[in-house]
């Protein structure tokens, strides 16, 4: 198209190495279920980001069948149409378990939508394929196109819109609205192909302007369906690195409750590999380190300690951490008792400094911020002089 500037094949050519570099990245999405349809979307989206390439339509050209190239590229973009609604589908049927929707209804559609193509194909004349009017055998083609076309970005873009209110991750919200408004994008440029098979002398620049729309639908479809596929990826990094960052803490803690220890603490870099799901992973990691504050709390805490860590907190901490404080220093106090093998104290000194429980999965992130708090707080002079006062304090106090 002359009116098309140079560089959107050089984009396409970008869109294609994204494309091909997410689907690689995500294989490991095909081990599970809820993941894999997204893949797959990215897998119709990777192979027909590679036959939308121009030197891919010179090459099939050179059979010798007009047009081919054109057909090709019909029936890859009805199969992506089709991809796309039954993507939407999965999401619905995985937000509402007992919906009725079909599944196998855009495989029908598309495979339907496929054979009309390909026989229309073979019944029309060379000059009257893919020209600027329809005209006999084209124009059932057309009508089948467009009713296709619009049926498909309608379903997918309307349960897309829906999907986006119940998403908790924004970028998971963003994908799918970048997609709704993608989707959508197919219908105006389905209502100017419409105009310009069946209205004559339509003026040049609605071609251009059909060409746009449908481009937008295939960067902003392929963009988003990129991110949607590597959230999950991202956030089992994320988890990932939040677990690490309690390692300092989980290790000291875990040092002095060996009761509580299935197995040997492992090295950091062993710990960093570790395999399994990073949520998981993590959660237990949080739990790991409340079961060895409980422990400490319940065994080495005293009435008198909680008492002198509050008071001492109240003199040295900043205004707002003064409580961050107090449970760092009886939380140190009692390490290093437990560590040093005195004998436990079997108090009930209460439960007001026992550390705010935030471990739900809308609030992890406050949780391990909390909790690395703590451990700054830990081994800060300010508490490992309180701890070495009451150390001192209980040696001076044995017989």
Do not use: N
């Amino acid at each position: 198209m002359r009116d098309v500037p140079g560089w959107v094949e050089s984009l396409r050519g970008v869109l294609l190495v994204i494309v091909w570099t997410v689907l690689v990245l995500r294989l490991p999405a095909l081990r599970r279920r809820q993941q894999r349809p997204a893949w797959v979307v990215l897998l119709c989206l990777a192979l027909g980001s590679v036959v939308i390439q121009a030197g891919v339509a010179r090459w099939i050209d050179g059979t010798g069948v007009a047009h081919l190239s054109d057909l090709v590229v019909s029936l890859v973009a009805l199969t992506d149409f089709a991809a796309v609604w039954w993507f939407a589908l999965h999401l619905h049927r995985a937000a509402h378990p007992g919906s009725g929707r079909p599944l196998r209804a855009p495989l029908i559609a598309a495979a339907t939508m496929a054979v009309i193509a390909v026989v229309l194909f073979l019944l029309t004349p060379d000059a009257d394929r893919y020209g600027k009017q329809a005209h006999g055998w084209w124009i059932p083609y057309a009508i089948a196109w467009i009713g296709y076309g619009a049926t498909t970005a309608i379903g997918a873009s309307a349960i897309f819109w829906r999907t986006a209110r119940s998403m908790r991750s924004p970028i998971l919200r963003f994908s799918m609205i970048a997609l709704a408004l993608g989707v959508g994008a197919e219908l105006p440029y389905l209502v100017i192909r419409a105009v310009r098979w069946f209205v004559p002398d339509t003026p040049a620049g609605l071609a251009v302007a059909g060409f746009w729309f449908s481009f937008t639908r295939f960067v902003v479809v392929a963009l988003a369906c990129s991110v949607a596929a590597l959230e999950p990826m991202r956030r089992a990094l994320v988890y990932r690195a939040r677990r690490q960052r309690l390692y300092p803490l989980w290790l000291l803690l875990r040092r002095a409750t060996p009761e509580l220890v299935l197995h040997e603490p492992r090295s950091r870099p062993a710990d960093l590999l570790s395999s399994g799901d990073s949520w998981e992973l993590l959660h237990q990691r949080v739990v790991e380190i409340r079961d060895s504050i409980t422990f400490l709390h319940d065994g080495w805490a005293t009435p008198r300690l909680l008492r002198e860590a509050a008071e001492y907190a109240a003199e040295v901490a900043e205004p707002g951490r003064e409580r961050l404080v107090a449970v760092a220093c009886w939380i140190e106090a009692t390490r290093r008792e437990a560590r040093t093998g005195a004998r436990r104290a079997d108090q009930e000194p209460g439960q007001e400094l026992l550390p705010d429980v935030r471990a739900t999965t809308s609030t992890m992130r406050r949780e391990v911020s909390q909790l690395v708090k703590l451990h700054r707080h830990l081994t800060s002079r300010a508490v490992q002089d309180f701890a070495d006062r009451q150390e001192s304090s209980s040696a001076s106090s044995v017989p």
